[in-house]
C-alpha cells in the first residue's frame, strides 16, 4: 500500500509542494503519493477526517487559510507549533493520534545556514510581526542571537510576538525605532506581506546598507522590491524566501520519513521554472 499524503490550501492550484515532495521522493526512493487538496473553512476539518479515515494516508500540510484550524484539530502540539498557534505539518503517529507540528521556523534557520546568512551570537532584525515571523521566532532564538529584534508598522504586534518568549536579546520596537539603533545588524529579514504588493516597508537607508545580509521570506521570478533595493543601497549578500519554502517542506518530509532530503537540487530546479 502507497503511504498518502496531500496540502490543504486555499487557493491550492499554485502549491509548489506536491512537485517538490514528489522530487523528494525520487531522490529518496521513498515511494508515496503527494496530492493537493483545496478546502473552505467550513469544510476543512471534515475533509481532514476522511482524508486520514484511510489507512494509508500518513500526514498532510496545510497552509493558509487553515493553519489555525488544523491545531485546533490535532490530538498533540509541538512546542513550536503551540508557540506558533499554528500547524503546517500533521503526522499520524503509530498509536493512531495526529500530532500538528510546524516547520516554517526550521526551514527558514536551514535556509540562512546554508546560504551562510547566520551564525551563532548575530544580531538580527526581523521585520513584520504575522504568522510567518511568529513561526520562526523559536528557530530564530535557538540560534543564539545578540540581539533578535522584531520591528513592525504596528509596534503593538511586534511587542505581543516578543512577550510570547521573554528573554533579553528578544526585543520589540516600531520601524520608526529604527533610527535609534546605532549598531549594524548581520542580518535582516523581512516577514513582511509588502514585497507581494510590491511596496517596501518603511525603514531607514541606512539600516539596510550597514547590513550583513539580507533575506526577504517573499519570493518570486525577479529579485523582490527589498531585494532591489538593498542591492541599490550597496548590500551584496541577499537571498529571497525560495530556500525557506524548500527547507519547510524538507522538514516535513524528515517528520514523516525520517530521511532527509538533499534540498540543493530541488530549490535549483523550482527556480528554473518560476
Ligand atoms: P501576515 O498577513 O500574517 O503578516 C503580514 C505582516 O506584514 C504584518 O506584520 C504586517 O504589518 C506587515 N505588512 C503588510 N504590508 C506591509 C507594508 N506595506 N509595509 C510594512 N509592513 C507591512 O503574513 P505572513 O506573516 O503569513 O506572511 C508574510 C510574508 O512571508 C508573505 O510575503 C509570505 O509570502 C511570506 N512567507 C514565505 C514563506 C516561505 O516559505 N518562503 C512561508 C511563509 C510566509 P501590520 O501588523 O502592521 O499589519
Redesign the pocket.
Known amino acids: 500500500m502507497t503511504d498518502k499524503f496531500l496540502v490543504y490550501g486555499n487557493p491550492i492550484a499554485q502549491s509548489k509542494s506536491p512537485k517538490i515532495h514528489q522530487m523528494f521522493a525520487k531522490q529518496t526512493q521513498q515511494n508515496i503519493e503527494y496530492d493537493r487538496q483545496l478546502a473552505t473553512i467550513e469544510n476543512f476539518k471534515d475533509s481532514l477526517n476522511s482524508f486520514f479515515a484511510d489507512e494509508a494516508a500518513k500526514g498532510c500540510n496545510v497552509t ?1 487559510p487553515f493553519k489555525e484550524q488544523a491545531a485546533q484539530w490535532v490530538n498533540q502540539l509541538s512546542s513550536g507549533a503551540k508557540l506558533a498557534g499554528a500547524v503546517n505539518t500533521i503526522i499520524r503517529q503509530s498509536d493512531g493520534t495526529f500530532l500538528g507540528d510546524t516547520t ?1 521556523g526550521p ?1 527558514i534557520v536551514q535556509d540562512l545556514l546554508r546560504l551562510n546568512a547566520v551564525k551563532k551570537g548575530a544580531r538580527i532584525l526581523l521585520l ?6 511568529r513561526g520562526a521566532l523559536q528557530s530564530l532564538l535557538a540560534l543564539e542571537p545578540e540581539l533578535l529584534l522584531v520591528a ?3 509596534t503593538s ?1 511586534a511587542e505581543l510576538l516578543a512577550s510570547l518568549i521573554p528573554q533579553p536579546n528578544l526585543q520589540a520596537c516600531g520601524f520608526d525605532d529604527l533610527v535609534d539603533q546605532n549598531e549594524p545588524f548581520d542580518l535582516i529579514i523581512n ?7 510590491g ?1 517596501l ?2 525603514i531607514p537607508d541606512e539600516v539596510i546598507a550597514n547590513s550583513g545580509y539580507v533575506y526577504d ?3 518570486s521570478d525577479k529579485p523582490t522590491v527589498f531585494l532591489k533595493h538593498a542591492a541599490s543601497l550597496g548590500v551584496t549578500k541577499y537571498s529571497d ?2 530556500g ?2 524548500v527547507g ?1 517542506a524538507a522538514e516535513s518530509f524528515y517528520l514523516w520519513r525520517g530521511v532527509r532530503p538533499e534540498v540543493e537540487a530541488v530549490i535549483e530546479a523550482l527556480r528554473a521554472e518560476l
Open positions: 493558509a516554517d526551514g513584520g510581526a504575522g504568522g510567518a515571523a513592525n508598522r504596528t504586534k516577514s513582511t506581506s509588502a514585497s507581494l504588493s511596496e516597508p518603511p521570506m517573499s519570493y524566501g525560495l525557506m519554502l519547510q
